[in-house]
């Protein structure tokens, strides 16, 4: 055990503790991936600086927002007091709901004149990110603005819990193309919404960005946990932010279990990971150098008094007694292992596997472990990733079965193709119109159908060998495909037809036998419910997901670590619900050691004993 006594002295450990009520800017931003407690941090640091004598307000625009259970009081989109703390007030602001309202104000004056297909296919275009992230960022303006939030006397502060990414702010960035786009548009419409409502608001946007980009007046706090793929997530969103003008950040690293209980195997394994992951960051770009930890906690951070001994540094929360948290066969929990999903993929014959989920929850583990699990039976497979950060062949490694193939569709290499074909097919057209044509290639949409049309190939090979994808477009991409308002005419200009593969894709998928849908995900409450909304957006591209893998479960460790023994309590009803939401459940155990390389993958897969 003295390798877990020196991890728990490590660098990480010995980062210096956030102190709440420290932020000095009118506006923090807390940004991160799902389920890395960016709204617990922003929530005690508004309780932090509350009980610090300033005037807080705290507010989401996360769909999923959870800051009524955060602080277990009703939650609207109004400023509400928080019960029993003087100066300190929360709202939710739905983004949907603003989405829903571009989309009625597109749709509404043609109902009865367009045939419905033409409605549906406009309604469908205003389903996607672009539109949510417009239409949240129009929540920021108003508070943002001049005016600020309608909190009487006024705030000191507003802490944001999910701030704007870089893809909105470049997205605000392209008026000449949208503008222009968006003019010659039948429906005058684009994913971004209605022209008129972007030029209603392009005041305030011009000075909502100049807020956020004023260090005087913003901060924004990157909030990760001490893994790889989190620490790799928050680098990119660190440099698209600053890329965006937001130059002033700290990195908070939340869910240190600085120390492991003496011992105890797992936990010293634990937080041996949690250092490693933290000194192999060193390499990474966009990290901000101002840094900052938090305390892996063992109880639900619900409720002031969690919040309030979270603010004033007691690490663990309300305690309970060591116990082992191994109990198989306990009620709600599903059978461990993959090894039966691998059989079914082996039975059905060679068929195209997306594996799908949020950033973080280890779908590139669980895409590379079927992959060599399935070659390894003598399947011919072929690993592939749409993943920005291709982190697919640093999992599988090398060594691999001859029968699996790894490949990897780059985004970039993607978008410079799609729009060396848009801009041959656009030679005759004169100056200006060249030059709109070329910012709008640089907005962010274009990605996705460059992508897509990548995407469409590599699916097609799924006749003679699997096809698992590492990153799968979502179900409103892939509604994209009915809606010749917007994908049909992308795509047209770009090929003058709709090619075969793209046009045969959407049948494929959903077709049971043909395509199986495996989403990914932790049982963590906001994991849990970002996959849930995932599934629902296949649903509406008429697309069932396969079953469901629930990464890193702790019930059956045997850890008698007080924080992750009752973190593995907390799992349960997550389980529970997960096992509500999918007709198949798998679950895999947090592995003592990084599932990475052939050989480890084949084991989490139960193709190989582990030695």
């Given at each position: 055990m003295a390798a877990a006594s020196q991890a728990g002295q490590g660098a990480l450990a010995a980062l210096p503790r956030l102190g709440f009520d420290h932020w000095d800017t009118r506006f923090v931003l807390f940004t991160g991936k799902g389920g890395v407690g960016k709204t617990t941090v922003a929530a005690a640091s508004a309780l932090g600086l509350a009980r610090a004598g300033r005037r807080v307000l705290v507010v989401s625009t996360d769909p999923a927002s959870n800051l009524a259970d955060v602080f277990a009081q009703p939650v609207g989109a109004q400023p509400t007091p928080v019960e029993g703390v003087a100066g300190l007030w929360v709202a939710d602001l739905d983004p949907l709901a603003a989405a829903a309202a571009y989309r009625e104000a597109v749709v509404g004056p043609y109902r009865g004149v367009l045939p419905d297909s033409a409605l549906s296919a406009i309604e469908e275009q205003l389903s996607g990110a672009c539109t949510v992230e417009v239409a949240a960022f129009g929540e920021f303006t108003r508070l943002l603005g001049a005016d600020g939030p309608a909190v009487p006397g006024g705030v000191d502060h507003v802490i944001f819990d999910t701030a704007p990414t870089g893809h909105t702010l470049r997205m605000l960035e392209l008026p000449r193309a949208w503008e222009e786009f968006l003019s010659t548009n039948d429906a005058g419409v684009s994913c971004l919404g209605p022209?008129?409502?972007?030029?209603?608001q392009r005041a305030a946007y011009a000075a909502?960005?100049?807020?956020l980009r004023d260090p005087a007046r913003t901060a924004v706090a990157l909030v990760t946990r001490p893994e790889d793929g989190a620490l790799t997530e928050a680098a990119r969103t660190g440099a698209e932010l600053a890329g965006g003008g937001l130059d002033r950040q700290v990195l908070v690293v939340n869910g240190i279990l600085s120390e492991p209980a003496a011992g105890d195997g797992m936990a010293g394994a634990f937080a041996g990971r949690q250092e490693r992951a933290w000194a192999a960051?060193?390499?990474?770009?966009?990290?901000p150098a101002q840094r900052f930890g938090v305390?892996?906690?063992?109880?639900?951070?619900t409720g002031l008094d969690a919040l309030a001994a979270l603010a004033g540094g007691e690490p663990r929360g309300p305690q309970r007694s060591a116990v082992p948290t191994s109990r198989p066969g306990a009620v709600g929990e599903p059978p461990v292992g993959i090894e039966d999903l691998v059989d079914a993929l082996a039975r059905s014959g060679p068929s195209l596997v997306l594996v799908m989920g949020k950033g973080g929850v280890g779908k590139t583990t669980i895409a590379g472990a079927?992959?060599?699990?399935?070659?390894?039976?003598?399947e011919a497979v072929t690993l592939s990733t749409t993943d920005p950060a291709a982190h697919l062949a640093a999992t599988v490694g090398a060594g691999l079965p001859e029968t699996l193939r790894v490949e990897r569709i780059d985004p970039e290499v993607e978008v410079a193709r799609y729009s060396a074909e848009v801009l041959a097919g656009a030679?005759?057209?004169d100056g200006d119109a060249r030059a709109v044509l070329e910012e709008d290639l640089r907005s962010p949409c274009t990605e996705e159908i460059a992508v897509f049309q990548a995407f469409a190939q590599t699916a097609a090979g799924a006749t003679d060998r699997h096809v698992i994808l590492d990153t799968a477009p979502t179900g409103h991409t892939l509604l994209l495909l009915d809606a010749t308002l917007s994908y049909h005419r992308q795509l047209a200009r770009a090929a003058g037809v709709v090619p075969e593969a793209v046009a045969g894709l959407l049948p494929a998928l959903r077709d049971p036998q043909r395509t199986k849908v495996i989403v990914v995900t932790?049982?963590?409450?906001?994991?849990?419910?970002?996959?849930?909304r995932l599934v629902d957006d296949l649903g509406r591209a008429g697309i069932a997901p396969y079953g469901w893998v629930v990464n890193n479960t702790l019930g059956r460790s045997g850890t008698t670590d007080p924080v992750l023994a009752a973190r593995a309590e907390l799992q349960r009803p997550q389980l529970a619900r997960v096992r509500r939401l999918a007709e198949r459940v798998w679950t895999l155990p947090w592995q003592l050691e990084p599932p990475v390389g052939a050989e480890r993958l084949a084991v989490l897969a139960g193709a190989a004993e582990a030695r």
């Open positions: 022209l008129s409502a972007l030029e209603g909502a960005l100049a807020a960051c060193a390499s990474l770009d966009g990290l305390a892996l906690v063992g109880s639900e951070l079927l992959g060599v699990a399935l070659a390894a039976r003598g030679e005759g057209a932790l049982a963590e409450t906001t994991p849990v419910a970002e996959a849930a």
